[in-house]
């Protein structure tokens, strides 16, 4: 079938406008945001990307960040692309995963709530604005729905083999793209103990995908085996450092709880709620049935609560501090259930009045979308110039000092990637940075409103006039926002 044939059905004619809608949506994005300042992540990744292709020497490699998006940066930095190249390729990801929203909608349940899970995801305000950040939390998001979407066409719609291959490669993809992206195998591996108890394991195709995950994962962590001395898999998992035990416990669970409707806003809030409800009570009624393999009908809504659920519990109980991004992996499912609910209600309606369900339907959306769009709109022009004054004095010492200058800074990220060279955080106690001192040697220090320093740190200065002169300000309405120091 051509694309003119195709193109006449009306719901594949919807879907090319969500597209094109979120396109637009997405330049718009890149727009407002290709200059901005980055954020402490971003300069993490950003000299990670640097010191896989040595453009830089000084920065250590993260073992629990896995580096294939930086390794596409630097690949990018190295051939001369600018920052603002970079952040296309946020902006392709984002497209595609609005793509991926309607083709795993589609396989899982319909078209129709493939093209709501599309819109949801073209309009949700979070991934509006991570399309304009340099961060690997949207990328690892498609790849997760790519691996969903090839998953159930390989393994619950037997749609060819070939699909087992795609799905292990966008597996391995999820995973190389952030630490988190195991979670996913988690998700799939408690569905098929539900649905299959372990006869799953006598799928050779399934084997031949762990082995394809296998190999596409192998070169992060060969590459940093190759680079510590420790196991990479224990600090890759950050179990020997206590990693999970300084998590916000049930408390956190409250917390994502209680943001949830500053995620979606009311006309989505309302349909989601509506449509979990009637979800949770048929997995309920037909539980036994899926333990028993009796019934499959269900099957795909037990996928979307472990999708939602697994992720959410990980972030919620066992990370040390709530960001409305780390669970953004779980939208797609999310969109999913209200697109679910919200063609209950629009079904519900036209058995009343033909055509009132469908514009029922519409007005949810047009309201639902409205308010997306006014948050992703206010967040992105409140934070698009965050760090502004970081960003200016990283260029400043660029520009007036040594390349082998010796920085402290608590913007220790920031000032190496703008600046390109080596920054030190300041040490705990002022004991540890006098017993330090003469081996780091510095030359400069950097202090500001930016990051949490330590009361001597604010003090340094007053109470050693004869060692810093301050070379440059920066002000915040009035007042001293970031000075930077020279020691003489």
């Not at 691996?147 to 993809?173: D, Q």
């Not at 009624?285 to 795909?300: H, R």
Request: charge should be negative; proline fraction near 3%; aromatic fraction near 20%.
């Amino acid at each position: 079938m051509d694309f003119k044939e195709w193109i006449k059905d009306r719901q594949n004619l919807l879907f090319v406008v969500i597209l094109v809608f979120s396109i637009i949506l997405r330049i718009w994005v890149y727009v407002k945001t290709v200059g901005q300042p980055i954020w402490w992540d971003e300069a993490d990744y950003l000299l990670s990307s640097q010191r896989l292709f040595g453009l830089n020497d000084f920065f250590e490699l993260n073992p629990r960040r896995p580096f294939l998006i930086p390794a596409i940066w630097g690949f990018m930095m190295k051939i001369g692309l600018s920052e603002a190249w970079l952040r296309i390729t946020e902006l392709i990801a984002s497209v595609f995963g609005v793509a991926l929203a309607y083709f795993a909608g589609k396989e899982m349940y319909n078209k129709r709530v493939g093209l709501i899970a599309a819109f949801g995801v073209a309009v949700f305000w979070q991934y509006l604005f991570f399309t304009g950040r340099l961060l690997v939390g949207l990328p690892m998001t498609v790849f997760w729905l790519g691996a969903i979407y090839f998953f159930w066409k390989a393994h619950i719609k037997k749609a060819g083999h070939y699909n087992y291959y795609w799905f292990g490669l966008f597996l391995g993809l999820t995973v190389f793209t952030r630490g988190a992206g195991i979670l996913l195998a988690g998700v799939l591996g408690l569905y098929l103990l539900f649905t299959e108890k372990l006869s799953f394991l006598k799928c050779k195709h399934l084997w031949y995908a762990f082995v394809i995950f296998l190999v596409v994962i192998a070169p992060f962590f060969l590459y940093m085996q190759f680079q510590l001395d420790d196991n990479v898999l224990l600090k890759y998992t950050g179990v020997t450092e206590d990693r999970f035990s300084r998590g916000m416990g049930i408390s956190g669970i409250g917390t994502y709880v209680n943001f949830f409707p500053a995620y979606l806003f009311w006309p989505f809030l309302i349909v989601f709620l509506f449509g979990l409800g009637m979800l949770l009570l048929d997995l309920v009624l037909s539980f036994d049935l899926i333990l028993k393999g009796k019934s499959k009908k269900f099957n795909n809504d037990l996928l979307l609560v472990l999708w939602m659920v697994i992720p959410f519990l990980f972030f919620s109980i066992l990370v040390d501090h709530m960001e409305p991004r780390y669970i953004m992996v779980i939208f797609p499912a999310v969109f999913f259930i209200m697109g679910k609910g919200l063609l209950k209600v629009g079904d519900f309606v036209e058995k009343y009045k033909k055509g009132l369900g469908t514009v029922v339907i519409v007005l949810v959306l047009l309201g639902g979308g409205y308010f997306q769009l006014v948050q992703a709109e206010g967040v992105i022009g409140v934070k698009s110039d965050s760090y502004s004054q970081v960003q200016e004095s990283g260029y400043w010492l660029d520009e007036n000092t040594p390349s082998d200058a010796v920085i402290y800074s608590g913007s220790t990220p920031h000032h190496g990637y703008y600046a390109m060279r080596t920054v030190y955080g300041f040490p705990e106690t002022e004991e540890l940075f006098w017993e330090t001192f003469e081996d780091v040697d510095p030359d400069y220090m950097v202090i500001s409103i930016y990051e949490y320093h330590r009361e001597w740190v604010y003090a340094f200065a007053e109470l050693n006039p004869e060692l810093v002169q301050v070379v440059q300000t920066y002000t915040l309405e009035g007042q001293p926002s970031l000075i930077i120091y020279e020691f003489v």
